[in-house]
């Protein structure tokens, strides 16, 4: 199978050093020269449970692509899903794309430049880091679950999750997708944005009632959005998923505590705000998101007014 990563980060590398390892033909395309030259000249070094390998595949800028192929994994954040797509769109030809993104409306976002038909979509619990160019870490045996936007089954689903499977990928072609999207969207909502906020972790909101019951809260919401657009999202699903994080990934940082951390952009946008988007369109209660939203917010872009940074300079 020829597979070309849009975005070749954390995941992309990840994923993209797993199926070429599974014996697909794989390319990476990202943006970052840093990382691209380090691919070329020594190898992509990844660390997984199995151990530390080098894996050779080519890492090209997107517009540099030439194609064809059978499928593309889009794994940029949220925010430059527009522009990637935009760069590779003479050369997607009839291949099917994959987001296997964070976060609600990828779907919509995807068919601003493709047929529905040639959509698949999924959510992965796969962890992945970005250690520094060249160079991506993986812990952690987890799923993958993706299906066809307009609900087709596709010999593409079982030819890509043969793929992820031959590379040490548990794959599963879920026609519940939307549910399994929204659910981890929701255990997402709740935990990243309050870690995001208070420096905190999942061992942290588990030993606070308040903190554990506002991630309660913030998951509700975002299930009651999904079960009102008849997405069957089950909130039980989002508690044991938080309990468990809770209990055991005790100091993991979410990727938007890091991001925060950096002065980076998250993506709020795409998990509180477009949660409480969709909800107060269809006029349901969703305070708790919009506030965390808000205050994601003000946390991007109020640099340069903040006390901290004040009293330095
Ligand atoms: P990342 O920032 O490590 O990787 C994104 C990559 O996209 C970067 O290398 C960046 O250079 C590249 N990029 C930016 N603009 C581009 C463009 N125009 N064309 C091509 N590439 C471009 O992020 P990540 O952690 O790999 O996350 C990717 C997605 O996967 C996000 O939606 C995230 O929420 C989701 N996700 C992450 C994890 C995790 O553990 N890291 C787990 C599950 C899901």
New binding site residues.
């Given amino acids: 199978m020829k597979i070309a990563v ?8 990840v994923f993209g050093a797993r199926l070429a390892k599974g014996g697909a033909d794989v390319t990476l ?4 020269d840093a ?1 691209l030259t380090a691919i070329n000249e020594g190898g992509l070094q990844v660390d997984l449970d199995e151990g530390a390998e080098v894996i050779s595949l080519p890492a090209l800028r ?1 517009e540099a692509f030439k194609g064809p192929v059978d499928l593309v994994l889009l ?4 925010f ?1 899903t527009e ?2 797509l935009r ?1 590779i769109a003479p050369q997607i030809g009839a291949a099917h794309v994959l987001s ?4 609600i409306g990828n779907a919509e976002r995807l068919q601003e430049h493709l047929p529905a038909a040639q959509i698949l979509l999924g ?8 250690i520094a160019p060249g160079k991506v870490a993986s812990h952690g045996p987890a799923a993958t679950a993706f299906y066809s936007l307009d609900g087709t089954d596709r010999p593409i689903l079982h030819q890509m999750a043969e793929a992820l499977r031959h590379g040490g990928i548990e794959a599963v072609i879920d026609p519940q997708i939307q549910a399994a999207i929204w659910e981890k969207a929701a255990f ?1 909502c709740a935990m990243n944005a309050l870690c995001a906020l208070t420096d905190g972790t999942p061992g942290a909101i588990g030993v606070s009632k308040p903190a554990r019951a506002l991630a309660s809260e913030v998951a509700r919401e975002a299930i009651s959005v999904a079960n009102a657009l008849t997405i069957p999202a089950d909130l039980t699903k989002v508690e044991a998923l938080m309990s468990k994080a809770c209990a055991h990934h005790l100091m993991h940082e979410p ?1 938007m505590l890091q991001d925060r951390k950096a002065g980076r952009r998250t ?1 709020i946008d ?1 998990l509180n705000g477009a949660v409480a988007t969709q909800g107060e369109r269809l006029g349901l209660q969703v305070p708790v998101n919009r506030t965390l939203a808000s205050l994601v917010h003000l946390f991007e872009t109020a640099v340069p007014f903040r006390a901290s940074h004040l009293s330095k300079s």
């Fill in positions: 849009l975005g070749a980060g954390a995941m992309g590398s395309l990202d943006v970052n990382h997107p794994f940029t954040k949220t430059h522009a990637a760069a296997l993104q964070n976060g959510m992965t619990m796969t962890p992945a880091e970005f997402n990727s993506e795409a």
